[in-house]
C-alpha cells in the first residue's frame, strides 16, 4: 500500500506504518483508523479495497 508515495510496510500494524509518513504521529494514526473505521491492528496487506480508500483519503487531506 502506497500513500503520498511512500510504502507502508506490509507486515507492520496499520496505527505503526502510517508513522513511516512525515507528520504522522502514533495518536495521529489513531485518529485517521478511527475515522476510516479500520482496525489499528489489521496489516496493511490485509485491507480491503474500500479501506485502503478511505485511510489514503483521510491522510490526504491533512497538510503535512
Not at 479495497?49 to 478511505?54: F, K, P, R, T
Amino acid at each position: 500500500m502506497r500513500i503520498l508515495g511512500i510504502t507502508l510496510p506490509e507486515n507492520k500494524q496499520m496505527e505503526i506504518a502510517l508513522t513511516t509518513i512525515y507528520g504522522v504521529g502514533r495518536p495521529r494514526a489513531r485518529y485517521i483508523l478511527a475515522q476510516a473505521k479500520v482496525s489499528p491492528t489489521i496489516k496493511p496487506k490485509d485491507l480491503t479495497v474500500d479501506q485502503e480508500n478511505a485511510v489514503r483519503k483521510l491522510v490526504e487531506s491533512y497538510k503535512i
